[in-house]
């Protein structure tokens, strides 16, 4: 099993243009989620997903928008980026098991210029 | 007010000492589950040790422990033997709501992390 894997692994926007990163889990998770990493600012939750086909806002949500077409995949974009979306991206899924822990992705480093 | 603190933006420990990091959280939900992840400097998130609210025993997992004081609301996370493999980040995270329910979005809130470094 891959388990979480995010595409791309590093990617430099200029301001304005637009991207989509793509998170897929092969463990059958209903749950999936999209944080982003600032320097000491911890994990902060942009979108969420408790199944296929819905979404929610997190805790930061201004400037990206989420899609769950199919249970395995959670695709984040920016439709124009800012430098202020300059982060590292983790996307994340859980189950109903008796931790709920959250299995995480590698992560996507993103600059925008 | 943040939901987690973590008060330790840094931490040193000698190589096979004990170390702890603290964590404090805020929630009025009496069901809730606490989370611990490390972060090495290679950037994954890996998941340590979980502590549910009305588990009546300190979660351990190995070399971690969790120190669970409900009324104090603090989930110290304890490291003992320290290695220096164990130099990385370690956030507290908590999830608000009951497991098992399938009615919640078992999101999590992340404190801001202490960095931790095993000197030799």
């Known amino acids: 099993n891959a388990g979480v894997t995010q595409t791309p692994k590093f990617r430099v926007l200029k301001t304005g243009q637009s991207m989509t990163l793509l998170c897929a889990q092969d463990m059958n998770h209903e749950y999936m989620y999209w944080y982003r990493q600032d320097p000491g600012m911890g994990l902060r939750l942009i979108h969420y997903?408790?199944?296929?086909?819905?979404?929610a806002k997190g805790e930061v949500p201004d400037g990206y928008n989420v899609s769950r077409l199919k249970k395995q995949n959670f695709l984040l974009g920016l439709e124009s980026a800012a430098p202020s979306q300059t982060s590292v991206y983790f996307c994340a899924s859980t189950w109903l098991g008796p931790y709920n822990e959250q299995f995480f992705g590698p992560g996507t480093r993103l600059t925008v210029l | 007010a943040q939901k987690i603190t973590q008060t330790q933006p840094g931490m040193f420990v000698q190589e096979k000492e004990a170390v702890t990091l603290d964590c404090t959280y805020d929630t009025s939900d009496p069901s809730y589950g606490l989370f611990w992840y490390k972060q090495p400097s290679s950037g994954e998130m890996i998941f340590l040790i979980y502590?549910?609210?009305?588990?009546?025993q300190n979660a351990t997992e190995g070399r971690y422990s969790l120190n669970f004081q409900k009324a104090r609301k603090s989930a110290n996370l304890v490291i003992s033997a320290s290695q220096l493999g164990d130099s990385a980040m370690y956030f507290c995270a908590m999830r608000e709501g009951p497991g098992y329910s399938g009615a919640g979005s078992y999101q999590l809130t992340f404190g801001k992390g202490t960095k931790l470094s095993v000197i030799p």
């Open positions: 997903s408790v199944g296929e086909g819905t979404t």
């Open positions: 502590q549910g609210s009305y588990d009546q």
